[in-house]
């Protein structure tokens, strides 16, 4: 099972990027999914996670501006970044909660993340 990040780039100040990141492999369930970012020499950090019943949460610096979404059909999760600023630059990371078998009594999930997609705001 992996994650793989799109979408990341340059943008200018006030701009917008749209991130993906799809699952794929032996896949049979997804629970909670999120965002993370690292900007050069922060840690990583939250940025928004969703659940399966699509309770979402965010990062007090992105709220209002970011969006997160999934698309189960798809084993997809989308970011929506508007308003993008300076201190937005970082690598992000995607997570996802995935079942790898079929249910079983104490069935667990593993964390898969992603090998992260750039995204650099300047002008």
């Known amino acids: 099972v992996q994650l793989q990040a799109s979408g990341g780039g340059l943008v200018q100040p006030g701009g917008s990027l749209r991130l993906s990141c799809l699952a794929s492999g032996r896949i049979f369930g997804i629970n909670d999914m999120g965002w993370y970012r690292q900007a050069p020499g922060k840690q990583r950090e939250l940025v928004a996670t969703?659940?399966?019943?699509?309770?979402?949460d965010y990062a007090d610096s992105v709220k209002g501006r970011f969006t997160i979404s999934r698309d189960d059909a798809k084993y997809t999760l989308y970011l929506q970044m508007n308003s993008l600023k300076p201190e937005d630059t970082a690598v992000y990371y995607c997570?996802?909660?995935?079942?790898?078998?079929?249910?079983?009594?104490?069935?667990?999930?593993?964390?898969?993340w992603g090998r992260g997609t750039l995204v650099t705001v300047s002008s």
């Open positions: 997570n996802a909660q995935i079942f790898t078998d079929q249910w079983y009594p104490g069935r667990e999930a593993q964390s898969i």
């Open positions: 969703l659940t399966r019943g699509g309770l979402a």
